[in-house]
């Protein structure tokens, strides 16, 4: 199974997690603040989270990074990474916004100015409504920061075709800027380390699952432009590998006086290129690793902490399919009247039986079902409220028709709040967008 940015397949997500190693989420979220999305399984997995929690128990710097590619106006689906955003800004992360307009360019052939025109007046602008804070937080465009697409072409010289080929199914008639793609997802997903943006700290990129392999992409990249890679050591302890010829010593120094202070029993090796920190546990890498990149940063190098990656599952579109920008019936807009609102969810399609009878006497599956689904991403504000929709439609004690009644009450209000803070926030985009 190869998994297809570009695509629309639907994903059976206990497989995904199986076959190509995302973890479980569920030991690292009881050190994470209560959250919604993850307590209720829709944020399903990770890479590398704990390094992020770690960071935030410590109340060290750690940024949050996460791309944008508009086709359309933003709908409820779009909404879960704006509240994981929202999620991690309060607890301090420095949020970085990129507004993929080359991906959009060379994979869809949208222009850049309709891309901008969507980002700002439709994603930006309802981000902000739904509470984004402008400290800490930037908006930027993919063609207009050159630092990211330097990295590109940087990381470039480090990526074969072989491997652009296995991981994407690339083909030679696959145009160029196509190509180069992931490889400027990659640089947005770096910069954020660079000295200019924050220096090397860990990140988190919340995303679809569909975006996992750019993410597996860009954890290889950052390894391979490190000068040092920090492994589990035979005879105990870990062993901090030099990986250049050039100046092997200077490195080992450096990285000895860098360690010296939070660890005692360090033994060097030159010829292996290697310093052993024989008192450190395995469960220490990500601090040692952090002290020696730090080090890197200092000397040139690029100290890349791996940048980690959440995944939330899609929710169901209001016509069975999937939730597209491009097709009003299949999902709710933010920016919808509200008697739309209302004719959507009356029309929606559920996983009702034929007739009331049946159903009362069987009972009902709300998992997959569209409107439980937007209980459980957006509408039961406390889990008895969720848990109580779930039970009725098992038991068959409501019916469909009640249960969108229901839904409509909790939607109407959060409707008439949103598009009341949209007006105001039109006026306030510029203090997030940066022009370079
Ligand atoms: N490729 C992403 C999409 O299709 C957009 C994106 C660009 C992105 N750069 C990113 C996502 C960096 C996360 C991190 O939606």
Redesign the pocket.
């Known amino acids: 199974m190869r998994i297809d ?2 695509g629309s397949e639907a994903y059976d997500y206990d497989r995904l997690r199986e076959e190509f190693g995302i973890e479980p989420l569920t030991e690292l979220a009881e050190r994470m603040p209560p959250n919604r999305l993850i307590d209720r399984g829709i944020v399903f997995g990770h890479r590398g989270m704990d390094r992020v929690v770690r960071a935030m128990e410590a109340g060290d710097p750690w940024a949050l ?5 508009p086709s359309g106006p933003m709908h409820l689906g779009h909404k879960m990474v704006i509240d994981q955003i929202l999620y991690y800004q309060d607890q301090g992360a420095d949020v970085f916004i ?1 507004v ?1 307009d080359v ?1 959009a360019y060379a994979t869809r052939g949208q222009s850049i100015e309709e891309c901008r025109r969507l980002a700002v007046e439709e994603y930006l602008t309802n981000y902000i409504a739904l509470g984004l804070e402008p400290d800490d937080c930037q908006v930027y465009f ?1 063609s207009k920061r050159e630092t990211v697409k330097d990295l590109a072409w940087r990381f470039g010289a480090k990526i074969n075709w072989s491997e652009m080929e296995s991981i994407y199914g690339f083909e030679g008639s696959t145009n160029m800027g196509h190509v180069v793609s992931p490889l ?2 990659v640089g ?2 770096l910069h954020v380390q660079l000295e200019a943006y924050g220096g090397p700290r860990p990140t988190v ?1 919340p ?1 679809g699952v ?2 996992d392999p ?1 993410i597996r992409l860009t954890r290889d990249v950052a390894s391979r432009f490190r000068t040092y890679s920090v492994k589990p050591a035979e005879e105990g302890g870990l062993g901090v590998f030099v990986k250049t010829d050039d100046e092997v010593e200077a490195w080992i120094d450096a990285a000895e006086d860098a360690l010296a202070d939070t660890f005692g029993e360090l033994e060097r090796n030159v010829p292996y290129k290697a310093l052993y920190v024989r008192d450190a546990d395995p469960a220490d890498l990500p601090v040692v690793d952090a002290l020696v990149g730090a080090v890197e940063a200092d000397r040139g190098g690029t100290g890349f902490v791996p940048p980690a990656s959440t995944y939330h599952a899609f929710m169901p579109g209001l016509t069975g399919g999937k939730m597209s920008s491009s097709e009003p019936k299949t999902a709710i807009f933010l920016r919808d009247d509200w008697e739309d609102v209302e004719a959507k969810v009356k029309q929606a399609k559920t996983n009702g039986l034929p007739t009331a009878e049946e159903q009362r006497e069987k009972g009902a599956e709300p998992i997959g079902c569209v409107i439980y689904e937007h209980f459980r991403n957006h509408f039961a504000e406390d889990d008895d409220e969720l848990q109580m929709v779930y039970d009725e439609c098992r038991s068959g004690a409501r019916l469909c028709g009640e249960c969108k009644q229901h839904l409509l009450g909790n939607m109407e209000t959060f409707h008439e709040d949103h598009q009341a803070k949209l007006d105001e926030a039109e006026d306030r985009v510029d203090e997030y967008l940066r022009e370079d």
């Open positions: 940015p570009w990074m996460t791309g944008l590619m990129g993929a991906e993919q400027i997802q947005d997903i990129v995303v569909d975006q750019h």
